[in-house]
Structure formats: C-alpha cells, structure tokens
C-alpha cells in the first residue's frame, strides 16, 4: 500500500555538524511534500516543503532533496544546534487529495553540545 | 496572531467512557484537520473540514468515532464508547489553503490531545 518511511529511527550529531535524515516513499503519484519537526510535548511544526517539479529547495540552515527517480526525500540541516534537536517527519500528499497527509515515522535527531 | 488550540491537552478515561476533545483553528482558516499518533505508530489523517462541510473522512477508524464543526469555526471530535487501542495522541491542524495548492504549503497544528484509556 501507501507508505512514505525513514531508513534510520535516531540519528546522533555533534553541535556544528551538517545533519541528514532521508526519507523514502512508495506513491509514485506523490507530487508534493513536507518535512516538520515535532519537539518534546509540541505539535508538528513545518521547515519546508517542495513539489514534484523540483529537485532542489533551500531555506535557511536546510535543504531538501527529492529524488523521484528513487523515490526518496532528504532533509539536510547545516550547523546543526542543540535546538535542532526533535523527531523530523517527512508526509507526502498529492494535491488532488486537498490536504490528506501521509506521514512518515519519524526519525529522532539528537544534538550534542 | 493565536495558533491552533487544543483541549484538554491530556485525558485519562476508561474503557467505555466518552471522551470529546476540542480544537479552535487560527481564525480565517477554512480547513480544519484532525490527526492521530497512536503508540509506536506514524501519525495518520482521520479527516478534513472545509468550513462546517466534511471534506474527506476516509482516515477515521470506525463509527466510535465522530467529528464536527457546527458553524465552521471550533470542531470536535468524540469518541463513544472509547477503546485501548484509541489511546495516543490527537492533533488538529488548520490551513487557509490545502497543502500543496500553489503559494500553500503549511498545516498548522495544534499541541495535541493525549487520550490514555485504561
């Protein structure tokens, strides 16, 4: 069925590192999708999105990237900090879906000082 | 500007019992969504409100349960008689425009609603 996943469940960095958490989904028909941080006791809180016809999009302090060839989804967050630190979701949504997220489960980032 | 609230942020019932937990979007937001996290579970889509109407209801488990929103502001979502297995947490979001239309891309969501049944 439907499912969009993480490779790894906790992912540990030292502060100032570049981290990576990667995401991978099976719905070709997919065309839009969205990371969010969730920290400690907090709602779901959205970084960043990107659509389909892109491969590449930047904020600030993250990028991601999407792979439609391979069907994967990267999050990559530069001069990672102690306040980076939360579970990062991925969630996929076809715009004809009008707002029905799938949601992946969640890789635990740990920043140490 | 108020984000989205959530209430009762916590919630202990038994097995049987009624539980209604209660969301108010940022105000002007005409979609309002409710989400679940149930134990070592992702979080899933239970169901989406444009205005007072329900769009999609295709993600709610079973006819325990039952969503409103009379008048298109606040919405509920109770659940009667709950179950073990409904224990986890709630989350409301709410949009101006569904994710993924263009010049959208963000969900709002609430602190959540954790319901432990025992």
């Known amino acids: 069925g439907e499912s969009v996943g993480l490779h790894l469940p906790t992912l540990s960095v030292q502060e100032g590192d570049n981290s990576i958490i990667n995401c991978a989904y099976s719905?070709?028909?997919?065309?839009?999708f969205i990371w969010y941080k969730q920290e400690s006791g907090k709602g779901p809180q959205f970084i960043i999105d990107i659509r389909s016809n892109m491969d590449k999009r930047q904020g600030q302090r993250v990028t991601v990237l999407l792979n439609k060839t391979v069907k994967h989804l990267s999050l990559q967050i530069a001069a990672t900090q102690p306040g980076d630190s939360a579970v990062y979701f991925c969630a996929e949504n076809q715009v004809t879906s009008y707002g029905k997220l799938t949601f992946g489960q969640g890789t635990i980032l740990t920043v140490h000082p | 500007e108020a984000g989205v609230t959530q209430f009762p942020s916590h919630s202990v019932i038994e097995k049987g019992q009624t539980v209604t937990l209660r969301c108010d979007p940022i105000?002007?937001?005409?979609?309002l969504y409710w989400y679940r996290r149930v134990m070592g579970k992702e979080i899933k889509f239970l169901l989406h409100f444009v205005k007072e109407s329900k769009q999609d209801e295709s993600g709610m488990p079973n006819n325990r349960f039952l969503a409103e929103r009379t008048g298109g502001t606040y919405s509920t979502l109770k659940v009667q008689p709950a179950e073990l297995e409904d224990s986890g947490v709630y989350f409301c979001?709410?949009?101006?425009?569904?994710?993924?239309?263009?010049?959208?891309?963000?969900?709002?969501f609430g602190e959540g609603s954790r319901l432990t049944v025992l």
């Open positions: 719905n070709s028909a997919s065309d839009y």
């Open positions: 979001a709410s949009s101006h425009l569904p994710p993924g239309l263009a010049g959208a891309g963000e969900l709002f």
């Open positions: 105000s002007g937001h005409d979609n």
